[in-house]
T-cell receptor
């Protein structure tokens, strides 16, 4: 089955850039997502990328996709304390005739130090 | 737009009782809703896929008689945890897929924290 992996922890200084990495196994992934989860809350969609794209930028967020290596990254520029949260990478494999389901990584706990 | 709510946000119940959790899409219609379970410091595990007007599809290892799902309308799905036990304590999150969405985006609810004593 599909597998999505992330490193568990990342600490950065306020103002620095954060890079959160993710690898996946399903070569048929059509959509790849980044979600943010703050303590005790549900998931907030940050951004997504189609598998035929290499990069997507949205304000402070930059998503890079290396489809050959099945590697996805999320870069947060000028990281702020409010960015401290768990970040989940997720993929949506294409399944003909059925609702597309998400497979989540384990989540990366980002801690922003003052 | 694309707001999903859950009710209640937290619930504490005694072992053996049943608990119902509601998931609503507030400003869009959702033919498909998903129910996830999340243990502390772990990722989301899909429990079941709920389709409006039909039976839910459960993931392997999820007891359908214990976790009853009803998707009676395009804006409401409910998850009932029957005869709850302490090991059912968890964070339950639903998501809804927009019917008119051109992308494969799920919108998540804020979650329901269930504690079974």
């Amino acid at each position: 089955g599909e597998d999505v992996e992330q490193s568990l922890f990342l600490s950065v200084r306020e103002g620095d850039s954060s890079v959160i990495n993710c690898t996946y196994t399903d070569s048929s992934s059509t959509y790849l997502y980044w979600y943010k989860q703050e303590p005790g809350a549900g998931l907030q969609l940050l951004t997504y990328i189609f598998s035929n794209m290499d990069m997507k930028q949205d304000q402070r967020l930059t998503v890079l996709l290396n489809k050959k290596d099945k590697h996805l990254s999320l870069r947060i520029a000028d990281t702020q304390t409010g960015d401290s949260a768990i970040y989940f990478c997720a993929e949506s494999p294409f399944r003909s005739g059925s609702a597309r389901q998400l497979t989540f990584g384990s989540g990366t706990q980002l801690t922003v130090l003052p | 737009g694309a707001v999903v709510s859950q009710h209640p946000s937290w619930v504490i119940c005694k072992s053996g009782t049943s608990v119902k959790i509601e998931c609503r899409s507030l400003d869009f219609q959702a033919t498909t809703m998903f129910w996830y379970r999340q243990f502390p410091k772990q990722s989301l595990m899909l429990m079941a896929t709920s389709n409006e007007g039909s039976k839910a599809t459960y993931e392997q290892g999820v007891e359908k008689d214990k976790f009853l799902i009803n998707h009676a309308s395009l804006t409401l799905s409910t998850l009932t945890v029957t005869s709850a036990h302490p090991e059912d304590s968890s964070f339950y999150i639903c998501s809804a897929r927009s019917r008119t969405s051109g992308t494969d985006t799920q919108y998540f609810g804020p979650g329901t924290r269930l504690t079974v004593l």
